[in-house]
């Protein structure tokens, strides 16, 4: 029996700012040492402790506008003001090799991906309740009150856009909202169209 | 912010004669012990060890066609001359009660639970290969060599099946089945259809 390589799975993780994404995406890339983390490219400016090809790839309008013309990016979108994209020759080349690839967008980026690629899996991660998040921004110390508003208010747009999710985590605790997202991704390799290959030559 | 108490999932697991699926449900009614394991009736008589109302609830022809006839079996289907079936109160009651519920049951009705229950997760359980079947049949030392040959030609017919499942686990050991099978159930859990509540009020 022939077994077909398989194809590695796209992963969208989406969430509110201030959720607490990052934490949560450290942690499951130590439980799944084999995933690999998209980094995406950006134009805002990078946060307190913050690194360059670590966090984002910092790029300034003009490249990132250049990038967008010559058609080397998988889907990119306007988010508070600022331009986040994501590189589509290095997932590419990750799935084709086999390698579940995570990638960390926003709600237009993550409907842009299924739309092109509808075996990706999307995951959303809310806060425990919106009086949390409102906590965890204030508590970052790095937004005027006045930004904060507007992430709130985004929120809650995005939060519309959840039903075009397939799943739904709940950051109460990092290691429990990375702990779900590593059974997401085991049953998501476990998935029939993932597997049937196994079967064949019976 | 009042949460609706969610229903319970309900969950089949299917699989050839001799793969082990018994073992694989103690390991995870010992991982998951909030799961409820819905006892199937039938017509065939116990195995060695087998024990009235804890493996099945055994029951003679002319007993299986009354709760037929009364409506009691959510599905029944007969696999290598005998009647299987499910009761349909018990499993109502559970689900309701927000507990989830597994099923044994064979491909026939995984197909007749899918269309009555469409939210039901379908997981098929198969061998690292047929020859290993083969093998876990003879060496059970119940069946005859004629029953072996029709059990192995019953698991090729199933194997047709299984793209109308939703999971594929293999089981090479016990404890990674259980596993795999215990991160779908949390998976399952975390589906947005079944948390989307978690966001309304906001």
Not at 24 to 46: A, G, H, K, M
Request: proline share 3%; hydrophobic share 35%.
């Amino acid at each position: 029996m022939i077994k077909k390589q398989k194809e590695g799975t796209l992963i969208v993780l989406s969430g509110p700012s201030g959720v607490g994404k990052s934490t949560v995406i450290s942690q499951l890339l130590s439980n799944r040492e084999d995933l690999y983390f998209s980094i995406s490219f950006t134009t805002r400016q990078p946060r307190v402790g913050e690194e360059n090809g670590v966090n984002y790839n910092f790029v300034d309008r003009d490249e990132f506008e250049r990038m967008i013309a010559a058609g080397e990016l998988l889907e990119y979108a306007e988010y508070v003001s600022n331009y986040y994209g994501t590189s589509l020759k290095v997932i590419n080349d990750k799935l084709a090799a086999g390698i579940d690839v995570l990638l960390d967008i926003e709600v237009q980026g993550a409907a842009k991906v299924k739309s092109l690629c509808p075996d990706a899996v999307l995951i959303f991660i809310i806060p425990p309740s919106f009086e949390e998040l409102s906590r965890r921004l204030h508590g970052r110390n790095t937004d005027s009150e006045e930004t904060i508003a507007g992430r709130l208010q985004k929120a809650r747009e995005e939060y519309k856009e959840i039903p075009r999710y397939d799943y739904l985590v709940v950051n109460d605790r990092v290691d429990n909202a990375a702990a779900e997202i590593t059974s997401i991704l085991t049953a998501e390799s476990c998935r029939v169209k993932r597997r049937i290959h196994l079967t064949e030559g019976v």
